[in-house]
């Protein structure tokens, strides 16, 4: 077989992603090479990510890549792959899952229930911004953008009294030493398939699946499909303006499913816990999805702006 060509985007985390999946194949005997790309994501850092289309466009030039057979693989933070993505694409291999949890960083090591009324608190994220206001519904939730070292400066310039990042990312490039927190997952539930890295293939490639499965880790495996089995029974109701998450969390021979939904006010909520043995995932699925449509999920979900 020829080398491996690895398709991953350009920033820190995004290569720290791509050289870790080329270690892993070196161990399994296969080589590699990386093929970087700038997605329309990395370039437009000016405005708020949902209103250009979301995570996706993250995803969507490198499946172009993949479609176009410039490269054999597409490396993502899994969180960033929607639910739903088109037939010839297929995830076949995911990366051992690193702390799943959002990360609180503040300056001078505050909580955030000890900052004061009207206190900006940073990011980008829907999920996260809802879950912010059931816990805080007297902060400022403020827009924010940019790669890691890029959010990071702009808290210590003063631009906000705290940020919310994931602790997977943090943790990859060195930068734990930053957090000041982490954030229980039934305060704040990450996004489905956060902490994974996910590899994305052309359905049609079977000579890779070999290689693949070599570096697949099954328990992350399994979380991964409960997470996205969960959001994909809402067929195309969600998009990347819904404030969604679901985790599920391994505990010894069965699993823990939490999930969180709300409208894109925040005002309204909803939240779900259930767990059943491992080898029962499907049926947990199916279970996690009713109960969230038992208490209004249909009725809290909302298009974003036009």
């Not at 070599?214 to 979380?223: D, F, L, M, V």
């Amino acid at each position: 077989m020829n080398p491996i060509r690895i398709g991953s985007r350009g920033s820190k985390l995004a290569l720290w992603q791509a050289n870790e999946v080329q270690r892993l194949l070196a161990e399994a005997g296969h080589a590699s090479e990386i093929v970087i790309f700038k997605t329309t994501g990395d370039k437009r850092t000016d405005v708020s990510l949902a209103t250009i289309g979301g995570k996706g466009l993250f995803i969507k030039e490198l499946e172009e890549a993949l479609d176009r057979g410039e490269v054999d693989i597409a490396v993502h933070s899994l969180k960033d792959v929607p639910s739903i993505i088109p037939d010839q694409f297929e995830l076949v291999s995911f990366l051992e899952r690193n702390d799943p949890r959002d990360a609180w960083i503040q300056s001078g090591t505050k909580s955030l229930r000890e900052l004061p009324a009207g206190a900006r608190i940073g990011t980008g994220s829907p999920r996260r911004r809802t879950q912010l206001m059931q816990l805080r519904g007297d902060i400022e939730v403020m827009e924010l953008r940019g790669n890691v070292d890029t959010r990071l400066g702009k808290l210590r310039d003063g631009q906000y009294d705290g940020i919310l990042l994931a602790s997977a990312g943090l943790n990859r490039l060195g930068l734990a030493s930053e957090i000041t927190s982490l954030f229980p997952l039934e305060e704040i539930t990450p996004a489905a398939g956060q902490g994974i890295v996910g590899i994305e293939v052309l359905a049609s490639r079977d000579e890779l699946r070999e290689a693949l499965a070599k570096i697949n880790h099954e328990p992350s495996a399994s979380q991964a499909r409960i997470e996205r089995g969960v959001l994909q029974r809402f067929g195309t109701l969600l998009d990347c303006y819904t404030p969604v998450a679901v985790h599920a969390e391994l505990r010894g021979d069965s699993v823990r499913c939490h999930a969180f939904l709300s409208n894109l006010k925040g005002d309204v909520a909803i939240r779900v816990v259930d767990e059943a043995p491992r080898t029962e995932a499907d049926a947990l699925v199916t279970r996690v999805h009713k109960a969230m449509c038992d208490k209004g999920a249909l009725a809290l979900i909302e298009p974003g702006p036009a």
